[in-house]
Structure formats: structure tokens, C-alpha cells
């Protein structure tokens, strides 16, 4: 069946960049986008943007533009979104998946100095 | 950005009982293609969302027909019938139809 294995927690400085991965298994990767959710504490759910893996194309949030990096590695089935120069309110739990249905477990990404 | 309006915030429910959610969205969410791309997600505590319903009235696969979607254009509801502890959690609707994609504020279910 789908799935998608996020990388575990991250504890980051203000200022510093961190990468998050999403492996997939159970399906075609490259046949399928890949969607990132960013979850606030207490807070709804909120589109970050979308990968293609079959061709690498992107769409962004532009609320995200500059903040979130989306790329995907083919031979590895593996999805990645890098987010750069972090501050407290990025400090969130981030999830990867499928609209065709599948999330990934989820990794919490804690700024603090 | 596409506002999605949910209602209501929270709702309580007897076990066996049944419940609407209602989800209504700032423009129409038809797609140039004649689809409709309006779903609904459960996410239960500590847990990812999970796909409920797609495209309006679709059950995702190994949704029990408890779960009924309807509606058109700006305005959509999800049924519940026959309430389970299972069911507990917040349920979301999501619109993907234009970008960015953007969710409702969420629904909680609880009991009464």
C-alpha cells in the first residue's frame, strides 16, 4: 500500500536552513505530485506547494516563495523541501502527501536558540 | 487565495447520532475541466489527516458509507450517519481546484 516515511525531528537556530525528506513506496513516484502542509500547534492545515516528480516541476505558495525549496529524487522515490533562513514562526509540524490520498507521519521542526 | 468557511468550529455528537459539516468556499470551485475539486479529510488525535471523500461525493477507498459528501459550486456538506468512536476528530474540507490550495479551519467532532 502508499506510503510515505518522513524524516525524523529537527531541532534548528534561528537563521539556519534544515531539510526535511518524504519517502515514498507502494506506488509509481514519478506518476504522482507531492504535496507539502505545513500544521502550526493548535492551528489549521496550510499549503506549502507541490513537486511533479516525473519532470521536477514546482507550484508554490507564494506566502512560501523563498521560504520552502521542493525537490525530488527519482532513484531514490525520495521528496524533499528545505526551508531556509528558519525563524519561531516556522516552528511547526510538516507533512508530505498525496492529494490521490496518503500522508506521511509528519516531522516537527523546532527553532529555537 | 480561495476562503474555505467551515461550520461549524466544534460539534457534539451522541454516539449513533448523525451530523453535518458544512464547508463553503469564497468562488466557485469548478474547475475549467467540469470537476469539481473539493475534499474532506479526518484527522484524528496525534495522527496525519486521512482522506475521507474527494471530488465532492467520492468515499476514498475502505470508507464505510457512513460518510456521504454533497454539494456544488461555492457550497458543500458532509454527512455522518451513525456515529463511532472512530469518528472522533477534526474533520477538514480542501479545495484544489485553484491555487494556492487552501483548507477549511476545521471541525471538531466530540461527544456529547
Known amino acids: 500500500q502508499v506510503q510515505l516515511q518522513q524524516s525524523g525531528a529537527e531541532l534548528v537556530k534561528p537563521g539556519s536552513s534544515v531539510k526535511i525528506s518524504c519517502k515514498a513506496s507502494?506506488?509509481?513516484?514519478?506518476?504522482?505530485?507531492m504535496h507539502w502542509i505545513k500544521q502550526q500547534p493548535g492551528n489549521g492545515l496550510e499549503w506549502i506547494g507541490w513537486?511533479?516528480?516525473?519532470?521536477?516541476?514546482?507550484k508554490y505558495n507564494q506566502k512560501f516563495n523563498g521560504k520552502a525549496t521542493l525537490t525530488a529524487d527519482k532513484s531514490s522515490s525520495t521528496a524533499y523541501m528545505q526551508l531556509s533562513s528558519l525563524t519561531s514562526e516556522d516552528s511547526a509540524v510538516y507533512f508530505c502527501?498525496?492529494?490521490?490520498?496518503?500522508w506521511g507521519q509528519g516531522t516537527l521542526v523546532t527553532v529555537s536558540s | 487565495d480561495v476562503l474555505m468557511t467551515q461550520t461549524p468550529v466544534s460539534l457534539p455528537v451522541s454516539l449513533g447520532g448523525q451530523v453535518s459539516i458544512s464547508c463553503r468556499s469564497s468562488?466557485?470551485?469548478?474547475?475549467?475541466?467540469?470537476?469539481?475539486?473539493l475534499h474532506w479529510y479526518l484527522q484524528k488525535p496525534g495522527q496525519s489527516p486521512q482522506l475521507l471523500i474527494y471530488?465532492?461525493?467520492n468515499r476514498f477507498s475502505g470508507v464505510p458509507d457512513r460518510f456521504s459528501g454533497s454539494g456544488s459550486g461555492t457550497d458543500f456538506t458532509l454527512k455522518i450517519s451513525r456515529v463511532e468512536p472512530e469518528d472522533l476528530g477534526v474533520y477538514y474540507c480542501?479545495?484544489?481546484?485553484?491555487?494556492?490550495?487552501?483548507f477549511g479551519s476545521g471541525t471538531k467532532l466530540e461527544i456529547k
Open positions: 502527501a498525496r492529494t490521490a490520498g496518503g
Open positions: 471530488r465532492v461525493s
Open positions: 468562488q466557485s470551485l469548478v474547475h475549467s475541466d467540469g470537476n469539481t475539486y
Open positions: 507502494g506506488y509509481t513516484f514519478t506518476s504522482y505530485d
Open positions: 513537486i511533479y516528480p516525473g519532470n521536477g516541476n514546482t
Open positions: 480542501l479545495q484544489s481546484t485553484h491555487f494556492p490550495l487552501t
